[in-house]
């Protein structure tokens, strides 16, 4: 079974912290993907960044950093210089790898990210 | 807009009666996946189809859930006999395929309350 923990529900701070978003995930397959999705107050899901087991680079993108470590079954979420936009709901995920990718993934309940200006 | 649209935006039904959701993929994604989102909680996966083929089903999915999607176009998500317990957010999501796996596009969602 999959599962993925997201153990902050809320977290504020205030504009041009640095913060990040915890993900521990648990997974009996050997190969799989993690993914990070924002749901900001409009509700659309976005789809941010997916890593998949075999590359354990971390990944910088803009003012969006990834970290994660197999090790410690984690993938953890940076922002860097929050900004007021950066306000909504972060949730990670994680999918098994079947070759043809067509797993459904599983979510963390997520975090409600909240930047003050 | 060419995004992923579900339509009702909002619906409100009493107990025992049965709705339908529509959901329109973005034309050149062939995958199709439907997830139900409560408050405080992730979307939760319910089915995925490849073009036309329902390839996977959730346990959450029970006997009164159905969904299709003909033609590998457009999908359909019925529920049967509704129950106070299927209040939530329906989500529809379209991806691009190989290459891209996990990469969905949502649509807004449909919400469901059930009396």
């Known amino acids: 079974a999959q599962k993925v923990t997201q153990a902050q529900t809320e977290i504020s701070v205030v504009e041009k912290e640095d913060v990040t978003l915890d993900c521990v995930y648990e997974t009996r397959d050997t190969t799989y993907y993690l993914f990070w999705y924002k749901q900001p107050p409009s509700g659309e899901l976005v789809f941010l960044i997916r890593r998949n087991s075999f590359d354990e680079q971390n990944e910088i993108s803009g003012r969006y950093s990834w970290n994660f470590q197999k090790s410690t079954s984690s993938f953890n979420f940076t922002i860097t210089a929050s900004q007021v936009v950066d306000s909504a709901v972060y949730f990670c995920?994680?999918?098994?790898?079947?070759?043809?990718?067509?797993?459904?993934?599983?979510f963390g309940k997520g975090t409600h990210l909240i930047i003050q200006p | 807009d060419t995004g992923v649209s579900q339509d009702p935006r909002h619906k409100i039904t009493k107990r025992g009666q049965n709705v339908t959701f529509r959901c329109d993929p973005i034309s050149e994604h062939n995958r199709l996946y439907w997830y139900r989102q409560t408050l405080g909680q992730g979307p939760e996966f319910l089915t995925y189809f490849q073009n036309e083929a329902q390839l996977e089903k959730s346990r959450l999915l029970s006997d009164r859930f159905s969904a299709e999607r003909p033609k590998g176009s457009f999908s359909t998500l019925e529920i049967q006999r509704t129950e106070q317990g299927d209040s939530a957010m329906y989500l529809c999501?379209?991806?691009?395929?190989?290459?891209?796996?996990?990469?969905?596009?949502f649509g807004e969602g449909s919400r469901l309350t059930v009396l």
């Open positions: 999501a379209s991806s691009p395929g190989q290459g891209r796996t996990g990469e969905l596009f």
């Open positions: 995920a994680l999918s098994a790898y079947s070759g043809g990718g067509a797993d459904g993934l599983t």
